[in-house]
């Protein structure tokens, strides 16, 4: 990524402001619409969910110009969701629907650099997430 | 240096399909397919690390010309230890030795399979591949298999594919999004935008490839790491490694097909109809299948599929022979009488390839359209050409354009004064001498000798227009050296309106009456100069158009237009970043700098600087560089990072005085001072900084540097302000003017009002602090209520501003600290002044108070925030923010 693309995402995410909630739901909706058999791993309270994810979303948006921490911070996270069996396929949906509700929320806003840095922000916090996930879960028979 | 390991990208999908094989229990094993580069060999040692982490043992067995003579050679590891059994007939039995090696497999590894990497397995000899099959079809091994795309595929892999016991993987380049992750990852941090490109661009995508010119780049220090931001600051190097690399991959092709890529490594892209005429027929198509040449159905051109195919041809060809094919085009497509003016530069280009002769028109005539495209590299080679004899003025012009632009400031120095001696018409006369003046103003930040280039050429330009133009130049070199006054008594001689002088002057005058206070006229000037400048076309010897719109953001900015002056900053910034112009690229970063100062938002801030730093460091602008250093240092102090600032102040002392923004630059030495509590120097540069700023025209930053006094020390600059909000058109000067005077009577509803003020200019620090201070006032005058709104206020106003650590937030720490036994009024005050480093026989002038009243206050003070010295309040303050 280059500086301005981390000061894109950075800037375009503190514009959601207050907004962050609705487009955290509008997230889920669009989850689901695209792969409806992710619906059952969220086995807790929707509402808690939304609000857990919005927390990472935004440690990680404000770590973004710090690789080591973000680092520290993906990997770990995505260790975590080893148990729920997420694979590489799902991250691509994920990444596609949080642009989607990013997109959603910021209307104009959301132009074509923009939404560029965000899609080179998230390959990199997916890739390394799917790392953590890989050195957590040990394979084979 | 070296990298940390190369991490694995884009890669995930396949490893999962790995470990679902390995998992499955009925899968022998996995075959990698990809052509050279692709990453097969990564992937299979990933699989196998990431089997071995989980417990599996593992092996990797490859082929070589040395192995492949010797039966089992590959696959000797596998082998039992103890001595071969012997048939009956005294010879080796296969199928014994391969049954006692399973054997021995089993035991070894106590049933668990042994995960085998067989890298390259078309290398391997037929016993070894044998035993494998072997060994993998009774679940002894879990084999991962690589075969380069293009290779015979081992007998044993069709079987075991054949039976669905096999897992396949395709393997591609990298696409884009994967090679920038995989950059971020491998140097630790974002890479300036055009390296960025130029390294996708080398690659294109294979990993391989990519890994060598990041390696090479960073070896021939092409790659830097300037502010935690990587630049490319030369040509990509070719590594030797790299040149084996992409020989492995073009070797073997028949005599036809070599010569069609050389021709085509040396010339593209060539057309399709006369490609077809010198290769004979099938070879196109042979190399197209084998992923070499692309050809663009369009335009029928013809290219090598990879560009580093082409330089490294380029290479390997003999000089001579390669000479030959060059004249050869060349002639062919001078013959044609093409009139395109690309063609042109290409001739030029490839008979100085070729080593030819070079006809000095020519190479000019090929400059010329280099230049147009702001290829200053290629007007430099071809301008170097020329015998120095047989430079004429309009060749020293261009070739001292093109140095200036490549940061080679003291040969531009050099050749724009020889050009200067010969002779020329009035027109080139004047560009010889503007552009010399540039140099000598942005690239050896010598502005008097500017300022004598500029007088000089008055003996020779002297018709009117030209003249005239001359004129604005002058005030060009005064606006950017610091001299916004004179440079407005300069202007005021201009009478004609040609179109050429209208944008030099609109280039000089737009920041020289934002600087003086006239921001609605230096706004309307930037815009009408950007118009002008289009309309002109983009002509040697004047600034890039882009320059204008720089000038507009800051114009916008000093009109208190701050978020507009963003949105036209950021996206100048894009456009200048696609289009590679250095200059444009260092002052958008800077005035993004600024912008995010204006609204606190000072870790923004930080990070614009730091990134004009790198830029202005990498196209060699030292003027430039001292500027956005300046900016950095002010940015960290702000954060309450002494040491940073300190350090990026001594960075700055190595570079040369550069009188542009000089007062504004000086904010960096007063901050960084009071961030290490040295009020009373802070208080002094404050001081001389701003008496500076008066004597040379700088009104917007005398009262940004006055406002800062007052906020650093408390000192009461109301006065001065007010004047200074009479003559400036902006309301960042009234609601400084506003702040001051509010400030000095202690008057909480103004304080309140000019908090509200600065809100609404998107300044949300100056906000939060002026909220603070109403909040101090109110509560000084017993009325709690306000006070406790006002705090409120401000403390919300201060969570925008991202670490802001100034002396006007520090009365958050003490309400927060304070809670349970509040401060009186008197005693913040105190605690305040005495928080900056302020000495209590100060404090006790400053509030006219006694010291020993002064050290009462102080002690009760202590009590309720539970320290025992001034150290002790510092931190409790500074850590509580």
């Known amino acids: 990524m280059t500086p301005e693309q981390i000061t894109l995402v950075q800037s375009s995410f503190e514009r959601l402001g207050a907004d962050l909630p609705a487009m955290t739901a509008l997230f889920y909706q669009e989850l689901f619409r695209r792969d409806p058999s992710l619906r059952p791993l969220f086995t807790t309270d929707m509402a808690e969910q939304r609000v857990k994810f919005a927390q990472k979303l935004t440690e990680i948006v404000r770590t973004m110009p710090r690789l080591g921490e973000l680092l520290s911070y993906t990997r770990a996270l995505g260790a975590r969701h080893v148990g729920y069996g997420v694979r590489a396929a799902d991250y691509q949906t994920v990444g596609d629907s949080l642009i989607a509700a990013l997109a959603g929320v910021l209307g104009e806003e959301f132009n074509a650099p923009t939404r560029e840095a965000w899609v080179l922000a998230f390959n990199i916090v997916a890739e390394t997430m799917l790392e953590g996930a890989a050195a957590a879960r040990p394979i084979g028979s | 240096m070296t990298l940390p390991r190369w991490p694995i990208v884009g890669r995930r999908p396949e490893l999962e399909v790995f470990e679902w094989a390995l998992g499955s229990g009925d899968r022998a094993g996995l075959v990698i397919y990809g052509r050279a580069g692709v990453g097969k060999t990564r992937l299979a040692d990933e699989c196998a690390g990431q089997a071995a982490a989980s417990g599996h043992p593992a092996e990797r067995v490859a082929g070589s010309r040395t192995t492949a003579l010797l039966p089992l050679g590959a696959v000797a590891g596998l082998l039992p230890d103890g001595p071969v059994r012997l048939g009956p007939d005294g010879?080796?039995?296969?199928?014994?030795?391969?049954?006692?090696?399973?054997?021995?497999?089993?035991?070894?590894?106590?049933?668990?399979?042994?995960?085998?990497?067989?890298?390259?397995?078309?290398?391997?000899?037929?016993?070894?591949?044998?035993?494998?099959?072997?060994?993998?079809a009774q679940r002894a091994i879990f084999l991962i298999a690589t075969v380069r795309t293009g290779e015979p595929v081992p007998d044993l892999l069709i079987d075991l594919w054949r039976d669905g016991r096999l897992e396949r993987i395709d393997l591609h380049d990298l696409s884009r999004a994967h090679v920038d992750t995989l950059l971020h990852l491998a140097l630790g941090g974002p890479i300036e935008a055009g390296a960025g490109q130029e390294l996708w661009e080398a690659s294109r995508g294979n990993p391989l490839y990519l890994h060598e010119l990041v390696l090479g780049a960073l070896e021939?220090?092409?790659?830097?790491?300037?502010s935690g931001v990587w630049h490319l600051e030369d040509h990509l190097p070719a590594s030797s490694r790299l040149l084996d690399l992409v020989e492995q991959r073009i070797g073997g092709l028949s005599a036809e097909a070599r010569s069609a890529v050389e021709l085509l490594a040396l010339c593209q892209p060539v057309e399709l109809g006369y490609l077809e005429t010198v290769a004979p027929a099938g070879v196109l198509e042979s190399l197209e299948r084998a992923g070499l040449v692309t050809i663009t159905v369009d335009d029928g051109q013809v290219r090598l599929a990879h560009p580093l195919h082409a330089r490294v041809v380029r290479a390997g060809m003999p000089k001579l022979r390669a000479r030959a094919v060059l004249l050869a085009?060349?002639?062919?497509?001078?013959?044609?009488?093409?009139?395109?003016?690309?063609?042109?530069?290409?001739?030029?280009?490839?008979?100085?390839?070729?080593?030819?002769?070079?006809?000095?028109?020519?190479?000019?005539?090929?400059?010329?359209?280099?230049?147009?495209?702001?290829?200053?590299?290629?007007?430099?080679?071809l301008m170097e050409a020329v015998p120095g004899e047989q430079l004429d003025a309009v060749?020293?012009?261009?070739?001292?354009?093109?140095?200036?632009?490549?940061?080679?400031?003291?040969?531009?120095?050099?050749?724009?004064?020889?050009?200067?001696?010969?002779?020329?018409?009035?027109?080139?006369?004047?560009?010889?001498?503007?552009?010399?003046?540039?140099?000598?103003?942005?690239?050896?930040?010598?502005?008097?000798?500017?300022?004598?280039?500029?007088?000089?050429?008055?003996?020779?330009?002297?018709?009117?227009?030209?003249?005239?133009?001359?004129v604005a130049d002058e005030a060009s070199v005064l606006t950017f050296s610091g001299r916004p006054d004179r440079a407005l008594t300069v202007l005021g001689r201009i009478t004609g309106a040609d179109q050429r002088t209208r944008v030099v002057r609109a280039i000089a005058g737009a920041v020289a009456l934002a600087a003086a206070g006239r921001t609605a006229d230096a706004v309307a000037l930037a815009r009408a100069g950007h118009a002008d400048h289009v309309a002109l076309g983009d002509e040697p010897a004047i600034a890039h158009p882009a320059m204008h719109v720089v000038n507009q953001v800051f114009a916008l900015t000093e009109a208190g237009r701050i978020a507009e002056a963003e949105q036209v900053a950021r996206s100048g910034a894009e456009i200048v970043a696609a289009q590679r112009v250095p200059i444009a690229q260092i002052w958008f970063a800077v005035n993004?700098?600024?912008?995010?100062?204006?609204?606190?938002?000072?870790?923004?801030?930080?990070?614009?600087?730091?990134?004009?730093?790198?830029?202005?460091?990498?196209?060699?602008?030292?003027?430039?560089?001292?500027?956005?250093?300046?900016?950095?240092?002010?940015?960290?102090?702000?954060?309450?990072?002494?040491?940073?600032?300190?350090?990026?102040?001594?960075?700055?002392?190595?570079?040369?005085?550069?009188?542009?923004?000089?007062?504004?630059?000086?904010?960096?030495?007063?901050?960084?001072?009071?961030?290490?509590?040295?009020?009373?120097?802070?208080?002094?540069?404050?001081?001389?900084?701003?008496?500076?700023?008066?004597?040379?025209?700088?009104?917007l930053t005398e009262s940004w540097l006055l406002h800062d006094l007052m906020r650093t020390s408390g000192e009461d600059v109301s006065a001065r302000l007010r004047e200074l909000a009479e003559e400036c058109d902006s309301p960042l000067v009234s609601a400084r003017a506003r702040h001051a005077a509010a400030a000095r009577a202690r008057d909480a509803v103004e304080l309140a009002g000019a908090a509200g003020d600065f809100e609404a200019l998107g300044a949300m620090l100056l906000a939060a602090e002026a909220a603070g201070s109403a909040a101090a006032a109110s509560s000084g005058a017993g009325d709690r209520r306000?006070?406790?709104?006002?705090?409120?206020?401000?403390?919300?106003?201060?969570?925008?501003?991202?670490?802001?650590?100034?002396?006007?937030?520090?009365?958050?720490?003490?309400?927060?600290?304070?809670?349970?036994?509040?401060?009186?009024?008197?005693?913040?005050?105190?605690?305040?002044?005495?928080?900056?480093?302020?000495?209590?026989?100060?404090?006790?002038?400053r509030l006219y108070l006694s010291v020993r009243t002064v050290n009462n206050h102080l002690q009760h003070a202590y009590a309720k925030l539970g320290v025992t010295s001034r150290a002790g309040l510092a931190q409790a303050l500074g850590s509580a923010i």
Not at chain 2, 114 to 131: E, F, I, R
Not at chain 2, 220 to 226: E, F, H, I, K, P
Not at chain 2, 340 to 369: K, M, S, T
């Open chain 2, 592 to 699: 993004l700098g600024r912008v995010a100062i204006l609204q606190g938002r000072v870790a923004t801030a930080r990070r614009f600087y730091a990134e004009a730093v790198g830029l202005a460091q990498s196209s060699r602008f030292a003027g430039s560089r001292r500027v956005a250093l300046s900016g950095l240092a002010l940015a960290h102090a702000m954060l309450g990072e002494a040491d940073a600032a300190a350090q990026a102040l001594a960075e700055r002392a190595t570079v040369p005085w550069f009188g542009f923004l000089g007062p504004e630059q000086r904010l960096a030495d007063a901050w960084a001072a009071s961030a290490a509590r040295r009020p009373a120097e802070a208080a002094a540069v404050f001081r001389s900084a701003a008496a500076d700023a008066a004597a040379t025209g700088y009104r």
């Open chain 2, 91 to 136: 010879q080796v039995n296969a199928v014994a030795l391969f049954e006692q090696t399973r054997q021995a497999l089993h035991e070894r590894h106590r049933g668990r399979r042994l995960v085998t990497v067989a890298d390259d397995m078309a290398q391997l000899d037929a016993a070894s591949l044998a035993l494998l099959g072997y060994l993998a």
């Open chain 2, 786 to 845: 306000a006070a406790t709104a006002s705090l409120r206020r401000s403390s919300a106003l201060a969570a925008a501003c991202e670490g802001a650590a100034t002396p006007g937030l520090f009365h958050l720490a003490t309400v927060n600290t304070a809670a349970a036994a509040p401060l009186s009024g008197r005693e913040r005050e105190v605690v305040l002044l005495a928080s900056t480093g302020m000495a209590s026989k100060d404090i006790a002038e």
């Open chain 2, 395 to 470: 060749g020293a012009l261009l070739l001292g354009e093109a140095l200036y632009e490549l940061g080679a400031f003291d040969d531009s120095e050099r050749v724009l004064a020889q050009g200067q001696a010969l002779p020329a018409s009035e027109r080139i006369a004047l560009q010889l001498a503007v552009t010399r003046a540039k140099n000598a103003q942005w690239g050896l930040c010598q502005p008097e000798k500017a300022l004598a280039i500029n007088a000089a050429a008055r003996a020779v330009v002297t018709s009117a227009p030209l003249a005239e133009e001359l």
């Open chain 2, 220 to 226: 021939s220090g092409a790659l830097v790491d300037r």
């Open chain 2, 329 to 381: 085009q060349a002639e062919r497509l001078a013959a044609g009488g093409s009139t395109l003016g690309r063609v042109e530069l290409r001739i030029a280009v490839w008979r100085l390839d070729a080593g030819a002769q070079p006809d000095p028109a020519a190479l000019v005539g090929g400059a010329q359209l280099a230049r147009a495209a702001h290829d200053f590299r290629t007007v430099r080679r």
